[in-house]
């Protein structure tokens, strides 16, 4: 199979769902490839560029008046164009996403967990808290706790002060003394591990074609710019829903042959594959207020560990 029909055939099952989230597909396309470039877009190149994924111009348009409704974007109107672009709360949110789809996954673990007491709070504020935390992996030990073997307590210092809640939550840190074995089957519960690797298997084996017809040296493990974007923004879209359930656990809580390791290889290798050749096509069709996207930030490059070229021999990704 060639690289080219590959990503058709990526396309085709994107397009043939039931249900087609243009607004999440909106969401991955601005942390994507707009944040990290300005962060502001002119809305017909939106309509331009999701035309492959099957949205049309009307769709975009209802998904991004939802997106401006729901305080992630903001619009601005120059002449008879509109130009959006991320709210503050949008962009905080956005660099805290950036952060786990493209960061390391954790490796140590000093036994050590971090755990939220609720009690204290009341009903509205407690499920708030739920909610905006379990974004950062905690998940519920009990009614009134929440816990974290790793967490990232810079975002969680920011979430609970954007929260109000840095003065009534209690947070403390704790260690298991006893019964390991049913601290992992608790773990595994908690965080509903199993439908997780699930979804990451169903990941991997939907990418891996892919991933073994770019492998070649010939014109068909070749891409266009245009398809290297398409399949940039389907990697990470399919990537992000799953990544963003995942609490990122250390290996010592994890079932046997966890297959996030193996989506996380996947998806380093093959955005390490295609992202030049998206961002020369979007430096051809995006358009700004000011002309052209600019050029990524220093931080973009540092996505996945560094941006570096890959070789033919990291593209084999084993279930």
Same mark, same amino acid.
């Given at each position: 199979?060639?690289?080219?029909?590959?990503?058709?055939?990526?396309?085709?099952?994107?397009?043939?769902?039931?249900?087609? +989230?243009?607004? /999440?597909?909106?969401?991955?396309?601005?942390?994507?490839?707009?944040?990290?470039?300005?962060?502001?877009?002119?809305?017909?190149?939106?309509?331009?560029?999701?035309?492959?994924?099957?949205?049309?111009?009307?769709?975009?348009?209802?998904?991004?008046?939802?997106?401006?409704?729901?305080?992630?974007?903001?619009?601005?109107?120059?002449?008879?164009?509109?130009?959006?672009?991320?709210?503050?709360?949008?962009?905080?949110?956005?660099?805290?996403?950036?952060?786990?789809?493209? *960061?390391?996954?954790?490796?140590?673990?000093?036994?050590?967990?971090?755990?939220?007491?609720? %009690?204290?709070?009341?009903?509205?504020?407690?499920?708030?808290?739920?909610?905006?935390?379990?974004?950062?992996?905690?998940?519920?030990?009990?009614?009134?706790?929440?816990?974290?073997?790793?967490?990232?307590?810079?975002?969680?210092?920011?979430?609970?002060?954007?929260?109000?809640?840095?003065?009534?939550?209690?947070?403390?840190?704790?260690?298991?003394?006893?019964?390991?074995?049913?601290?992992?089957?608790?773990?595994? %519960?908690?965080?509903?591990?199993?439908?997780?690797?699930?979804?990451?298997?169903?990941?991997?084996?939907?990418?891996?074609?892919?991933?073994?017809?770019?492998? *070649?040296? %010939?014109?068909? /493990?070749?891409?266009?710019?245009?398809?290297?974007?398409?399949?940039?923004?389907?990697?990470?879209?399919?990537?992000?829903?799953?990544?963003?359930? &995942?609490?990122?656990?250390?290996?010592?809580?994890?079932?046997?042959?966890?297959? *996030?390791?193996?989506?996380?290889?996947?998806?380093?290798?093959?955005? +390490?594959?295609?992202?030049?050749?998206?961002?020369?096509?979007? &430096? &051809?069709?995006?358009?700004?207020? &000011?002309?052209?996207?600019?050029?990524?930030?220093?931080?973009?490059?540092?996505?996945?560990?560094?941006?570096?070229?890959?070789?033919?021999?990291?593209?084999?990704?084993?279930?």
């Amino acid at each position: 199979m060639s690289a080219e029909n590959a990503c058709l055939n990526l396309v085709n099952e994107f397009r043939s769902r039931p249900t087609l +989230r243009s607004g /999440s597909l909106i969401t991955t396309v601005f942390g994507d490839a707009i944040a990290p470039r300005g962060g502001t877009v002119w809305l017909g190149s939106l309509i331009k560029v999701l035309a492959d994924f099957g949205v049309s111009e009307r769709l975009v348009r209802t998904s991004v008046f939802r997106l401006v409704k729901d305080g992630w974007l903001q619009s601005d109107q120059i002449g008879r164009r509109s130009y959006y672009s991320l709210t503050d709360q949008g962009r905080e949110r956005f660099e805290q996403a950036t952060h786990r789809i493209y *960061g390391t996954p954790a490796s140590d673990w000093n036994g050590e967990w971090c755990l939220l007491l609720l %009690s204290t709070l009341d009903t509205e504020t407690r499920e708030r808290v739920r909610k905006e935390c379990g974004w950062l992996g905690f998940g519920p030990m009990s009614a009134n706790v929440l816990a974290h073997p790793l967490p990232d307590m810079a975002e969680l210092d920011v979430t609970i002060r954007r929260l109000g809640v840095a003065d009534k939550l209690i947070v403390m840190r704790g260690t298991t003394i006893k019964s390991e074995a049913a601290m992992r089957e608790l773990t595994r %519960s908690c965080w509903s591990l199993d439908d997780i690797d699930a979804r990451y298997r169903t990941f991997v084996q939907g990418f891996r074609p892919l991933i073994k017809a770019l492998s *070649g040296h %010939s014109k068909l /493990s070749q891409l266009s710019e245009k398809s290297a974007f398409v399949v940039r923004t389907l990697l990470i879209q399919e990537y992000r829903k799953v990544l963003l359930r &995942d609490p990122w656990l250390p290996a010592e809580l994890l079932p046997g042959n966890w297959h *996030g390791a193996a989506a996380y290889q996947l998806c380093r290798n093959l955005y +390490r594959r295609v992202y030049a050749g998206a961002d020369a096509y979007l &430096d &051809d069709t995006i358009e700004t207020a &000011d002309g052209p996207l600019p050029p990524p930030g220093p931080s973009f490059l540092q996505r996945f560990g560094g941006l570096v070229p890959s070789t033919d021999t990291e593209y084999a990704v084993h279930e």
